[in-house]
């Protein structure tokens, strides 16, 4: 069993910065990769940004350039730095962990709220 907590969410005002993470507790054996989500009201949740524990990277379009994903394996924490941040990028953002041959687990949300 694996429990993920996240922290770091909040209020901001456009243009701002965020750093969102995620710290993973159990056994992490076989962990592949390692991701952020979110979901707006009334949409499907959707991918952000995912880094695989070879450090390859991937980035959803709209946030390319403003947002970066980074992890501390030894840790088994995942950051999501979000820059120049937009009332678009409001959101519940989740973090993700996946592993090879048997289940994903989901973190329990963190708000994020970009307004001015």
């Known amino acids: 069993q694996v429990q993920l907590v996240e922290s770091g969410g909040g209020l901001v005002q456009p243009g701002e910065s965020l750093r969102l993470s995620c710290a993973a507790s159990g056994n992490i054996f076989r962990l592949n990769v390692m991701g952020w989500y979110r979901q707006a009201p009334g949409k499907q949740r959707e991918l952000v940004a995912e880094?695989?524990?070879?450090?390859?990277?991937n980035y959803a379009d709209s946030v390319k350039g403003r947002f970066f994903i980074s992890r501390d394996t030894p840790k088994s924490t995942v950051y999501l730095q979000m820059n120049n941040l937009k009332p678009e990028d409001t959101a519940v953002y989740y973090c993700?962990?996946?592993?090879?041959?048997?289940?994903?687990?989901w973190g329990q949300g963190t708000q994020v709220t970009v307004s001015s």
């Open positions: 880094v695989t524990i070879g450090g390859r990277t």
């Open positions: 993700n962990f996946g592993f090879i041959a048997t289940q994903s687990y």
